[in-house]
């Protein structure tokens, strides 16, 4: 598997993949808007990349989807740094397979390379989070070594709070 940025040719199956998780209330495009141009979605990734033109409550961070003989499997993004609410609930990583190509160990390799390239910006204590009854990602942090520091309640539900060290 491969962590990538998007191109102009991941168009159709980006937008797929954006559609399939919708229906699990997960925002896999961040930042995408219905009827967005797919050059200007990639601007605004690249923006971010950069830390440039940010809107507001946005820290840089980059995008990568993760990709298996051409297929797109899933994504993460990776914050370069925390604001309070990155802080509070969402963390450095976030991370999502789509719905087909669940529990075939590609969010455990997602995981694996985000910390690899986070710790490779100079960020060793990362923040990772999911909800409270997302057995397959508590599974996947604690297997990376994630410690729970405690759960939070965002819009009604309950979010747990992983911190990761990096291994020498």
Known sequence: MKLRPLTLADEAQALQAHSELAADNFEFLLGYTQGMAWPEYLEILDNQFTGTNLPEGRVPA??????????????????????DFLFRVVGHIGYGVRPSFRRQGYATEIM??????????GITDVLVTCRDDNVGSIQVIQSHGGVLENKVEYEGALWRRYWIKKVS
């Open 62 to 83: 980059t995008f990568l989807i993760a990709e298996i003989d051409g297929e797109l499997v899933g994504r993460t993004s990776i914050r370069h740094e925390l604001n």
């Open 112 to 121: 694996k390379q985000s910390l690899t390239y986070i710790n490779q910006l």
